[in-house]
């Protein structure tokens, strides 16, 4: 290289790094009251620009909801939401923990996004396809999955329902619309496009929602899938959960600068930004755009604004690469404890009412993992036999993998 | 029975399909109205309607992705790619997800995906119109990879790759799309119809051709060819011009592979030459050879011989000096039978 | 597949096809005079709301030029790039007439869109590297390329700079920055992006400008190139020429409804829409884009808006699939007819030296022609070695090419 | 001379020539800041600035469309994959352009890219994280493609590799990237550094390892062996754990291959087992047996074996079954050279 000038190039910096005081003076969070109107009727792309440039919130600072977005949920419902977060948590803590000891390979929390798949789960019909990513495991127990199911995939026993095949987390769960998680980001973002139009063509309502993470948006699947999704008006919702994370790099590495609703406008879907962290927004925004799908309208993308609160994996240390009070200082806090506040607000609920279900269900998934891990462990077993990995390849094993069995067999 | 083309005969099969099974549709970059920049979806537009002859954006990605969702909410799409040339950006798909489905759900979800796609040399298309991919997708393991050397077959194996239940990558080869190839190296000799040739004769409705069966075309004792799509007509007429007495095996599926007929062959003959257009160095060729060695290792006389496309990019202007014509063919087979 | 429902998936149709009279309601083109404004100093994308669904226009239908996008360009540059553009379109059409006659493989014309090519390449400085697609030859015009070696080229004879190697049209000339162009569409796009990020890592002042079609938007690569680019603040021009058709497919399987501008907006990047046919609107836009990249203020995307006049390629046959007359009827003109009438409009031009030129540049061509063909044919030679076919695969030939060569010579 | 695990060997690598030159930077997803997932790049964000350690969207097929832009305008990327897994969505702009870009512009452009990518199981990930493509990249002219066995080898080869001008696909098994690897078939048996591996003995300055060149790692008469990457150190064990008298070769560059090597051992041996963690079928071991059995058929004294990864997708609870271990690679030499 024969030029020394300085380098132009121009690279995004996180707000915040170990060492430096977290920085949200970028953000611009309006408050609730400030949020852009729910729209009437048929909309078309255009018209959304303030909702994808805003941000749909109906949980205020103190737990109180109002304005045209408030979704009309008893209050029987959004204690079973905010029992299905806790769960979900209490989930997730435990198998953090076991993972530690050893048990599990591998595990991906969701906390502080726990809104996210469980208002979203809440607001869909049974019958609607869901192409998760990794970190809505949410979806599933709102859905009813056997939490001991969920375990003993997670450690490949004899019960698994994947055969020992899939890494913990990468969940599929057909009997629940819950399709098979695939490690490789994105891929059923544009999957999810096409089961939607398979819905179109046969004439079906049902509708199709997927999810990646901000960092995913990079990935092509997803401009397949808003490109498809808009040119077929797909009866699909296709939600980024912007957790302002990508491992360990900050979300300015695919926003562009802007947000991620906004590239949906360009698709000429509408395109909605809504506060992940606030249980009724967030159901109400899904109620909304499963509406529209439902009618014929079309997609709608959706940008989760949330914060992924601890490390992206056990195998993940953002120590390294993230200020340490980041999360502790997130403006748009805890979806747990504001639904829980705003509960508290309405009479509806209190703080021993509070501790007592924490209590119950870090009991319950206590009992779930005893019971789990009775059927086996990852470490030794019984797992599915081995030569069951032989089989699914194909729907009938052809003559080499026969072959390739007896080999195994043999140990030759 | 009607002469059919290539061409014509995959539009039957399409038909065919598409008749008997409102689940199965055709999709992909200029389809659906025109009736595909090869002709070979001519005629379902009007028939069947733009949905299930569906015009797609140009992302090949993005149409196996789709493809994979309808697969999923049970629907039997047959995708073409324009070229295969230009099924690299769609591999991710092809590989990570279409070929991996179904074990990695335990069983719980599949997507029954036929891929079409025109390979091969033969068009004066340089090397971006031109390749031979089949190889790669041997080496995933999920999928079955087919190519068919005449229009019969051609009908038959894509009929019966709609009705599986796995994913098949169906090769197509340009170069015998509309009339036999007997083989000879210049662009344009050779009849142009299939008329006279007995795997153009062609069913209107439906029949089968089974996957992962492989056809003995010619019976001979001195070498077995092993060969599949053009190269069955180049090693035919290799084999006739030469006078060898060659037992001549179509492949027609390469994955799963029909070793049994290889290797009743190549223990009789006890001398092999492998012929393909792709490129040689870990080329399907390979496998074969491998797969032969370590089944006839005894039987063998000679060296297995691979006489394949050049280690380069397809060179627009020395098509016939990169095709592995009837000459390197009869050089290998004579060799073959010399040694001892 | 159980149901019998009516289909219920949405596709797009062709707004004309053959045996119907051409529609263009859905069009909105509006007048010159209504054209955005053009911005001044730094801009955002937001900002070029107007400028990505409008259309930015300096001629208008009476020949006219008028406005703040008026280029200042000297009567002699005009003369220059309508002699440019006519060149081209006499290049094209004696190549169509040869590959008729059995001389070329293959060939694309680029017939009614000759301005946005030729207008670009006397708005950027040579030294700024081109990434085009294979209907930009009038890249090479304005640079200055021997059209004797582009046919050389073209037939893949001895002198064929690429040494029979590329088909027809995909042509590569690193003298002039043009990049080798690829048949695989859009590939390069993206690569755009990232010889701009080495030319801003180097501290240099060279921009990128690249050009993909209207359906070639759908592939991975133009996703790719619009968010490297709008991360790194990339000195990049990504153009889309929408020349309202891909092959058979009309610009609605792409656009998703809206203008491929808009989508450029979502990616946050500043974005044009331009009447691809006026060759002062096309200098213009390009020159305030190219000079936002220099300065450092990133990347521009640019739709322009025009007409395939022709087939898609020699292999193609329109009468297939779009109406007859839809090329005759284009409303917005022909980029030639409309900078004739704006030189005659000044007095600078007239009917006989127009007619005087057309005739030069078709004897300039034939004199061409019988130079290139006198260096050898595509049939019959002389061409480049067969054994040069093992060159170039690497730098240095590895053992297994040599002993593949000498095969070839050995005819084994 | 350090002791030094795969890891540091490869930061250490990526430190001299970006040093040497300020042409070379690394990119890709986490490698900036971060330092990698698997630490490969770390310090070098601190030492060379946010442009040379250059964190990425996710998006491999940008990152390589990237690279070719940069390499063409002077640069020489040194890619990241964060897994091999993932390099799918990259193999358009890999096979389409990378590979060919030299050869389609008659040598006007080319890219010296770098493309490493951390391959093999070892780390419980499952299918998709512990996949072997290596195969699929030897099939496709243009591209050169490289796998270490040690940390001496890594450095080395990797230096070679960012020198070259053409491009290159280094892939590094992970099983191997903390520590040397012995073979057992236990997730945690064996020690946990390099230090008295004399391969683990590294030059702290810049050296290379020339590409295309193997590497004899063990003399014997009875039976050749080949292996690259973790296999090598598998198949050392069982050839130690067996007694048997073989040459062990670690081919260290798959392409362009080291024939010489290869065909002077098995036609000193006459017997031969090949050895890779890749799925079986039209795995780079075909590609072996093909090229020896051509080179070597009339000294060879039994079918050379292949002993792989069986052609299923990886499966997370059985990775130590999947992985074909010292038992497997024995019996082979055994069978090998009890053929006569
Ligand atoms: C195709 C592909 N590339 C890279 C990876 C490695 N990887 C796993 S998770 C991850 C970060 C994803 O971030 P984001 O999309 O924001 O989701 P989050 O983890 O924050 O929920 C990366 C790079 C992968 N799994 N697949
Ligand atoms: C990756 C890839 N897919 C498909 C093709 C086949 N193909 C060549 S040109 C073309 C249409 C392109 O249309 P557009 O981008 O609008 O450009 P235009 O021809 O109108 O200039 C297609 C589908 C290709 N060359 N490359
Ligand atoms: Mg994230
Ligand atoms: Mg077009």
Redesign the pocket.
């Known amino acids: 290289m024969k030029t020394s000038s300085p380098s132009r190039l121009f690279v995004p910096v996180a707000s915040s790094r170990p060492g430096e005081v977290p920085d949200f003076s970028q953000l611009h969070i309006p408050e609730a009251k400030a949020s852009p109107a729910k729209p009437e009727g048929v909309i078309t792309a255009e018209e959304t620009y303030d909702l994808a440039l805003g941000l749909v919130r109906v949980l205020d600072d103190g737990g109180c909801a109002a304005g045209d977005w408030l979704p009309d949920l008893s209050v029987e419902r959004l204690i079973e939401g905010l029992r299905h977060m806790m769960h979900v948590r209490a989930y997730d803590e435990r198998m953090f923990r076991m993972q530690r000891q050893g048990q599990l390979s591998f595990y991906v929390k969701c906390t502080g996004e726990e809104a996210v798949a469980v208002a979203q789960a809440m607001a869909l019909n049974p019958g609607d396809m869901l192409f998760p990513s990794y970190r809505q495991q949410g979806l599933l127990f709102v859905r009813g999955r056997s939490v001991v199911d969920m375990m003993c995939h997670c450690i490949s026993n004899a019960r698994d329902n994947l055969k020992g095949r899939q890494m913990p987390v990468f969940y599929s769960w057909k009997e629940g619309n819950f399709f098979s998680i695939s490690g490789n980001l994105a891929t059923q973002y544009s999957q999810a496009a096409g089961w939607a139009m398979a819905s179109a063509y046969k004439g079906e309502e049902h509708i199709a929602s997927a999810w990646v993470g901000d960092g995913s948006t990079a990935e092509a699947d997803v401009h397949y899938a808003m490109l498809f999704a808009a040119t077929y008006k797909a009866p699909v919702l296709l939600n980024v959960v912007n957790n302002q994370w990508a491992i360990s790099t900050p979300q300015s590495f695919a926003s562009t600068g802007t947000t991620f609703a906004a590239r949906g406008i360009g698709y000429h879907i509408p395109s909605v930004r809504v506060d992940g962290n606030d249980f009724l927004a967030v159901y109400a925004v899904t109620e909304w755009a499963a509406e529209r799908a439902r009618q014929g309208h079309g997609p709608t993308f959706i940008e989760h604004f949330t914060y992924r609160a601890e490390g992206h994996s056990t195998s993940d240390n953002p120590a390294g690469y993230r200020a340490e009070d980041e999360a502790r200082l997130w403006p748009l806090g805890d979806p747990i404890a504001r639904l829980k506040q705003h509960l508290i607000t309405l009479g509806a609920w209190d703080l021993d009412r509070h501790a007592a279900l924490e209590a119950e269900l870090a009991d319950s998934v206590t009992r779930d993992w005893k019971e789990a891990i009775g059927y086996g462990s990852l470490e030794s077993g019984p797992h599915w036999p081995v030569e069951s990995m032989f089989e699914d390849v194909f729907k009938e094993m052809p003559p080499h993998l026969l072959k390739q069995r007896k080999q195994l067999e043999s140990g030759s | 029975m009607t002469a059919m083309s290539m061409v014509q005969a995959i539009q039957s099969a399409l038909d065919c399909t598409m008749e008997a099974d409102p689940s199965v549709l055709v999709m992909g ?2 389809v659906g109205f025109f009736g595909g ?1 090869f002709r070979c979806t001519e005629g379902l537009y009007e028939k069947y309607g733009a949905h299930r002859a569906l015009d797609t954006p ?1 992302a ?1 990605g993005g149409i196996v992705a789709a493809a994979v969702g309808m697969g999923v909410n049970g629907l039997r799409p047959v995708v073409e ?3 295969a ?2 099924i ?2 769609a591999i991710d798909q092809i590989i990570s997800e279409l070929a991996r489905l179904r074990h990695r759900s335990g069983g719980e979800f599949w997507a029954p995906v036929v891929i079409r796609a025109p390979c091969d040399g033969g068009i004066r298309g340089g090397q ?2 031109s390749q031979s991919p089949e190889g790669i997708f041997t080496h995933v393991c999920g999928l079955k990879t087919v190519m068919p050397s005449n229009p019969y077959d051609a009908k038959g194996l894509l009929i019966s790759a709609i009705e599986d239940d796995d994913p098949v990558v169906f090769f197509e080869p340009k170069r015998i799309y509309n009339g036999p190839f007997y083989g000879h190296n210049e662009p344009s000799s050779g009849p142009n119809s299939w008329t006279k040739h007995p795997m153009g004769e062609v069913p209107n409705g439906h029949y089968t051709v089974p996957l992962g069966k492989a056809n003995v075309l010619r019976r001979g004792g001195a070498v077995t060819v092993l060969a599949y799509g053009t190269m069955v007509h180049v090693a035919d007429a290799a084999i006739e011009n030469s006078g060898i007495d060659a037992e001549l095996i179509d492949l027609r599926t390469l994955l799963p592979l029909d070793t049994e007929a290889i290797v009743e062959s190549v223990r009789k003959t006890g001398r092999c030459v492998v012929v393909h257009e792709a490129t040689r160095t870990s080329g399907f060729g390979a496998e074969l050879v491998s797969e032969i060695q370590e089944e006839c290792f005894w039987y063998l006389r000679a060296p297995i011989e691979r006489v394949t496309g050049w280690d380069t990019p397809y060179p627009h202007a020395y098509e016939w000096e990169y095709f592995p014509g009837q000459a390197r063919i009869s050089a290998a087979m004579q060799r073959a039978i010399e040694c001892d």
Do not use: C, N
Request: charged share 30%; aromatic share 22%; glycine share 0%.
């Open positions: 970059e200029d920049v140009i090949e790619m324009q070229f040339d230009y690299y950006p971006t119109h």
